[in-house]
């Protein structure tokens, strides 16, 4: 049985998204993913960023705070037993 465990960052808009992807993998960081947000998330056609340790998101912030754009939600994704578990965590931002 697997289990696993990741976030997701919502930044405003897709474009900020594609934007800040760009700019951590030219800073070296390949442990970040663009994903299409589940809908459970967000409806529609939207992207977020997708890392495996919480503590990555200082990172993420960092550059969201460069960029002069906000993040709008963060989520932990946790499948267990073949379902998956979404939590937000606004608090963190």
Do not use: W
């Not at 808009?13 to 992807?21: D, F, M, P, T």
């Not at 390949?30 to 503590?55: T, V």
């Amino acid at each position: 049985m697997r289990e696993e465990k990741y976030y997701i960052v919502i930044l405003e808009s897709k474009n900020h998204a594609v934007q800040l992807i760009y700019i951590l993998e030219n800073l070296g960081y390949k442990r970040f993913r663009l994903i299409s947000a589940p809908c459970q998330i967000r409806a529609g056609c939207d992207f977020g960023i997708e890392f495996k340790n919480l503590s990555d998101l200082k990172i993420i912030k960092n550059e969201t705070n460069r960029l002069n754009t906000k993040i709008k939600g963060i989520y932990s994704i946790e499948r267990k037993n073949k379902k998956k578990i979404i939590r937000k965590l606004n608090h963190l931002i």
